[in-house]
């Protein structure tokens, strides 16, 4: 199985998250910085058809929005102490919708 790759800013809130749910996992995930300027990002968008960060790329899986990824990684490659937290990341997604569209914000 490929190695996962996280794609996020090191001053980005919502990638902090996906870096603390890598940690809690205990997962090993290659962390690769992308450019402030999303018109740079061009690989950001090829992967995951939008620019923001974070994009979680697990295998052939492309999991975009820092919610979704911590889930992910709980569901994935955590144990069954995450089973609460997965529980309310669950309520939070259903509750916002999808997540904003490529291009908002
Ligand atoms: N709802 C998203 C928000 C992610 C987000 O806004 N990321 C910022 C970086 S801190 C970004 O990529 N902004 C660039 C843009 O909006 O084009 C999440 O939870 O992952």
Known sequence: MAGMRL????????CAAARQAIENVGAPVELVEVPYD??????????????RV????D??????????????LYSRHGDGSFARSIAELD???AADGEPDAPGDG
Do not use: F, N
Request: glycine share 4%.
């Open 7 to 14: 794609y996020h800013r090191w001053k980005c809130p919502w």
């Open 38 to 51: 999303r018109a740079e990002r061009d690989e950001v968008e090829r992967v995951s058809g939008q620019r």
């Open 54 to 57: 974070p994009v979680l790329l």
């Open 59 to 72: 295998g052939d899986e492309v999991v975009v929005d820092s919610r979704r990824i911590v889930r992910h």
């Open 91 to 93: 309520a939070d997604i």
